[in-house]
């Protein structure tokens, strides 16, 4: 509006002006010359507008991007998971709530506190956990921020924001521009401290049930050190006794042998003797053979002489 009523003053001013000084002078009329004029300044104030108004957009532009990115940069930091501090982006990290507490954790950690580690208890508050789902209304809101943030990283200028501009300033917290409230430093570190305090807790937990497993582990292996111990006495007595039993099965085997010895002799003896029978036999027959003749020939001379 302003720069139309400049132009609305000029306009009036050379017309004032000009009748007086230019009427018929050269044969052009001052509605003419009025005319060109009007249309020179139109022409050089419709260009300052349109770089005004350009400079505007950008300047708009640039704090709509700088608050953009600074919304989707807080709620990153709110929406991390408290034990491993990732974004909670489906599937490897879903974010998860447990019941009956309401705290959210993302579904990776909760898969290591419960199922491997065997925890019955919130990392955070220590509440017995009774069971768990899927948080939807936070996985949508986290899925909206990382769909924004990738839209605003294609949309984004090729150069960083200037120092002095709008938008750095935005980010910097450093002012107000346009209405724009900045990020109150306050609140910034609230929120910092919060997690900070809030990832503590859990280390804290955690250490504390690690110590009380160290101790239940400890009372375990002192246990079986003791039972390690008693079974080391037993092998020693069983290898006593496998010593001593050793010794009588050398004595035994010994024996055998000798008695081996013994009877593989006797077996020679046996075999020496039957040979000398089939001899004394085989000699024998012929000998039986002719007593019998000789007797039966006895008996015919007895027989002739009486």
């Not at 609305?8 to 007086?20: E, I, K, Q």
């Not at 409230?181 to 503590?200: F, G, H, I, K, L």
């Not at 050190?225 to 004595?251: F, K, M, W």
Request: proline share 5%.
């Amino acid at each position: 509006m302003g720069t139309i009523g400049a132009m609305s003053g000029v306009v009036g001013s050379v017309a004032g002006v000009l009748p007086s000084t230019l009427g018929g002078v050269g044969g052009v009329k001052p509605e003419e010359v009025i005319d060109r004029l009007t249309e020179r300044i139109t022409d050089r104030l419709r260009n300052e507008l349109k770089v005004e108004l350009q400079r505007e957009s950008e300047s708009l532009a640039a704090q709509q991007g700088a608050l953009d990115t600074f919304l989707v940069k807080e709620l990153e930091s709110q929406n991390t998971c408290p034990v491993c501090y990732e974004l909670m982006v489906p599937p490897q990290h879903a974010p998860m709530m447990l019941f009956p507490c309401g705290h959210s954790f993302c579904g990776r950690c909760l898969e290591q506190h419960i199922d491997r580690n065997k925890k019955t208890q919130c990392p955070i508050c220590r509440k017995k956990i009774e069971s768990r789902a899927p948080n939807y209304s936070l996985q949508q809101l986290i899925q909206q921020v990382v769909a924004k943030k990738e839209s605003s990283g294609r949309a984004a200028p090729s150069g960083p924001l200037s120092p002095g501009s709008p938008g750095r300033r935005m980010l910097d917290g450093a002012g107000v521009e346009d209405g724009l409230e900045p990020c109150s430093n306050t609140d910034r570190v609230r929120r910092q401290y919060d997690r900070a305090a809030t990832r503590m807790r859990v280390l804290r937990n955690e250490l504390a049930d690690t110590a009380i497993e160290e101790d239940g582990l400890n009372g375990k292996v002192a246990a079986a050190a003791a039972v390690a111990g008693h079974l080391q006495e037993e092998e020693q007595v069983v290898l006593r006794r496998l010593a001593a039993v050793q010794a009588e099965l050398d004595l035994v085997r010994e024996q055998l042998a000798q008695q081996g010895s013994k009877v593989a002799d006797l077996v020679r003896q046996a075999e020496a003797v039957r040979q000398r029978r089939e001899l004394l036999q085989a000699t024998l027959g012929p000998l039986e053979q002719e007593v019998e003749k000789l007797e039966i020939l006895m008996a015919g001379v007895m027989e002739m002489r009486q």
